[in-house]
């Protein structure tokens, strides 16, 4: 332990000078799970890309408000990857919580719902779980009850529901680091909320997801299970 604060203030920004992933970026495992997450997240930055070319809705207010919540659910899910591998695993969680709120708030903007006065995020996903969109569409609705399963989950990281919830690393230089297990559970929360967002939105803003050039279009398509093509293309 540092007894001067100068010392200990210029090591630390030494520290992130030298900040460098190194061995970590090669474990087999780390590259096996970012794989799985941009299997979904890539597609959504191709959709978040093509938005403003093919927006879904007549009125202008609506697509920017949609588009600019649904590029920071993007935004917090790039953070929440960088985050896991760089081993900071409950910050990632966190952060996935975050762009998983935005996500629900687009769900809401999509069908017309007053989101963005609600106070409350358990307000928030009542109500677009009420809306028909989500209620009588039998896909749509078992995609949502997982991200809302999901979202209860990673509410565990936020109040510090047990030890498992903790980081327990005082010390920058632990990191970066790579902890198998927790290193799985992050991803594959991640993994989760990428790609049922990603199902959620050709369901709700199908209209730009057909609009996508015909590469990209078979790319995000291939990312969807068969159910949903199928229902999709009826």
């Known amino acids: ?14 520290f992130l000078r030298k900040f460098d992933l190194g061995p970590i970026s090669e474990t087999p495992k780390l590259q096996s799970n970012i794989g799985k997450c941009f299997r979904y997240y890539y597609p959504l930055l ?23 919540y649904f590029r920071e659910a993007i935004s917090d899910i790039c953070q929440s990857i960088f985050l896991a591998s760089s081993g900071f ?21 999509a069908e017309d719902q007053a989101v963005l006065a609600l106070k409350s995020t358990y307000e928030l996903l009542d109500l677009v779980g009420s809306v028909p969109a ?9 995609y949502f009850n997982d991200l809302r399963s999901r979202y209860a989950s990673l509410c565990g990281y936020v109040h510090t529901a047990n030890a498992s919830h903790m980081a327990l690393v005082i010390a920058a ?8 297990k927790e290193a799985d559970e992050t991803f ?16 709700v803003a199908e209209k730009t997801y057909r609009g996508l050039h015909h590469r990209h279009f078979d790319l995000v398509s291939d990312a969807l299970p068969k159910t949903l093509k199928k229902a999709l293309n009826t």
């Open 1 to 14: 332990m540092k007894l001067n604060k100068k010392e200990a203030e210029l090591e630390f920004v030494d």
């Open 46 to 68: 191709l959709l978040e890309a093509h938005f403003p070319k093919k927006t879904p809705w007549k009125k202008k207010d609506k697509n920017e408000e949609f588009h600019l």
């Open 89 to 109: 695993y409950k910050s990632s969680q966190l952060t996935l919580r975050s762009g998983l709120e935005n996500w629900m708030r687009c769900l809401g903007l």
């Open 134 to 142: 989500i209620k009588d569409n039998k896909i749509a609705k078992g």
């Open 173 to 180: 230089g632990e990191y970066p680091r790579y902890v198998e």
């Open 188 to 203: 594959a929360a991640i993994s989760e909320v990428c790609s049922k967002i990603l199902y959620l939105f050709c369901i």
